[in-house]
């Protein structure tokens, strides 16, 4: 993180994005609507655990927005956000969260949620890409055509930015992981937002983590397949005792 301070009239700058998106409607009205979109879909229930929401919380914006403007003051860049365009040059904003149980649901999950976006005319404005931090992960998204990204900070999960289709524009992050990565990425998150830890001993755990929920994720995939194709078995065997006794 930089260390280059703030003046008093960065500060206020800061506030002013700060209040201006805490007296917005649209943010709420647009997580509520799309959240709603996704919760109603029959065929995203069928593969996926649960679906969670947040508003992001002002104090973590506020954070956010000031190491923007000492990136920007570093680089020697006009800083580019403002009130006019905060809604959409911060994409997270408002945030969801889509939980599953084994990887390879994301394949039929991608799909329908570019059926849901296209009818509800929500406009895909990035993704999805998958942040991942191991070869296993990054080979199998590159099989479903999702573009990988590598992650530093050790957690997978899927990405999507949508923007609504209202006069008045906003964009929401999707976030699509397993129940396994929900749990790495609760703790690191409790740890490490908005300000890492300068725990040494507590990022080394972390790191651990990070490989026993990847090791429990592939366990979880393990069993989802062995029962699919014991299920195949049983399927092919009925198939030939009917065909024996015809």
Known sequence: MSKLSLSQRDQRRIDDLVN??????????????????????KKLAEHTHSIRSRVKNPDHLRDKLARKLRQSKEKKEKFPITKKNLLTKINDLAGLRILHLYTRQIVNIDK???????????????????????????GFFKECDIETQDSP?????????????????????IQVRTLMEEVW????????YPHRTGNLA?????????????????????????????????????????????
């Open 20 to 41: 201006s998106f805490e007296k917005q409607d649209a943010i709420p009205l647009f997580l509520k609507q799309l959240k709603a979109a996704l919760a109603d879909s």
């Open 112 to 138: 329908i949620l570019k059926e849901i976006f296209d009818e509800q005319r929500y406009k895909l404005v990035e993704g999805p890409f998958a942040r991942t931090w191991d070869d296993e992960s990054r």
């Open 153 to 173: 900070s050790l957690y997978t999960s899927v990405h999507y930015v949508v923007e609504s289709g209202a006069r008045a524009k906003v964009t929401c992050e």
């Open 185 to 192: 990425g609760e703790v690191d998150h409790a740890i490490n």
């Open 202 to 246: 507590c990022a080394e755990q972390l790191k651990v983590l990070a490989r026993v929920t990847s090791s429990a994720t592939r366990l979880v995939d393990s069993i989802f397949r062995c029962n699919e194709n014991s299920g195949k078995n049983l399927a092919n065997s009925k198939k030939q005792k009917q065909k024996n006794c015809s």
